[in-house]
């Protein structure tokens, strides 16, 4: 879940500084911010961690505290309407998942935002390349027959850079699957999940946490099988990014 959450808050920013670097600004200055954005990359997560644990958890905990009022009164709305054998009660999960906060900071909303900063420098990198690799020639073609830069970006850069973009996406989305030490450091590392603003845990958050008290058999069993599960997925995610990209291909 915060692998997903933090791509839906990348992927605008990094196709937008794609464009922007490759498309609009000057070619001085979009290879300046071309470095610093690669830069960026670099950076240890455990840094990332460490801003997150100073910087953003005081924003998300500002948040947290605007919707505990809305959390509360929700929650009374619903406990009436379960009273009243309402059908409405049956959305109480849905609703209370988005508004209901604990006003610590930790959250699995802090965890996406951090996740999407980490994801950003690769996906738009990527994204950059890829949109670069379109041909002027067809571009200025385009131009030549009236079409706007709007036009250019959505009929001839898009289907052209289509697969890459694709790819750049799942490469994110494995680059934050694995990511531990930064989602550790601000996701209150909870066994639970019971909102977006609530404190949770992921896989490789939890190993990290638990496996130097891991006692006995069970226990590091269970937490060796928690990363069975992480290579799974991963797994998957490979597999039906494979699936997409010869769908692709065999369109084009």
């Given at each position: 879940m915060t692998s997903i959450l933090a791509l839906i808050i990348a992927i605008p920013f990094s196709l937008g500084i794609a464009l922007l670097i490759d498309e609009l600004l000057p070619r001085k200055t979009g290879r300046i911010l071309a470095r610093v954005i690669e830069l960026m990359a670099g950076i240890p997560s455990i840094v990332y961690g460490i801003w997150g644990l100073f910087v953003l958890l005081p924003w998300v905990k500002v948040i947290q505290a605007k919707l505990m009022p809305v959390s509360q009164a929700w929650q009374a709305k619903f406990d009436l309407l379960t009273q009243q054998g309402s059908f409405w009660a049956h959305f109480?999960?849905?609703?209370?998942?988005?508004?209901?906060?604990?006003?610590?900071?930790?959250?699995?909303?802090?965890?996406?935002?951090?996740?999407?900063?980490?994801?950003?420098?690769l996906t738009s990198s990527i994204m950059r390349d890829v949109i670069g690799s379109v041909p002027e020639i067809t571009k200025e073609a385009a131009f030549g027959t009236g079409a706007t830069r709007w036009e250019v970006t959505k009929k001839i850069i898009f289907p052209?850079?289509?697969?890459?973009?694709?790819?750049?996406?799942?490469?994110?989305?494995?680059?934050?699957?694995?990511?531990?030490?930064?989602?550790?450091?601000?996701?209150?590392?909870?066994?639970?999940?019971?909102?977006?603003?609530?404190?949770?845990?992921?896989?490789?958050?939890?190993?990290?946490?638990?496996?130097?008290?891991?006692?006995?058999?069970i226990y590091p069993a269970a937490l060796v099988e928690t990363g069975l599960i992480l290579f799974l997925i991963t797994l998957v995610v490979l597999v039906i990014s494979r699936v997409i990209l010869k769908r692709y291909k065999a369109k084009g």
């Open positions: 109480e999960p849905f609703v209370m998942f988005f508004v209901r906060s604990l006003p610590t900071g930790s959250s699995v909303f802090a965890a996406s935002i951090i996740l999407a900063v980490m994801v950003i420098p052209f850079a289509a697969p890459g973009l694709i790819g750049a996406i799942i490469l994110g989305f494995g680059r934050a699957l694995g990511e531990t030490m930064a989602v550790t450091f601000v996701i209150g590392n909870v066994h639970s999940l019971q909102g977006l603003f609530m404190p949770s845990a992921t896989i490789s958050s939890a190993i990290a946490n638990e496996f130097n008290e891991a006692l006995g058999v």
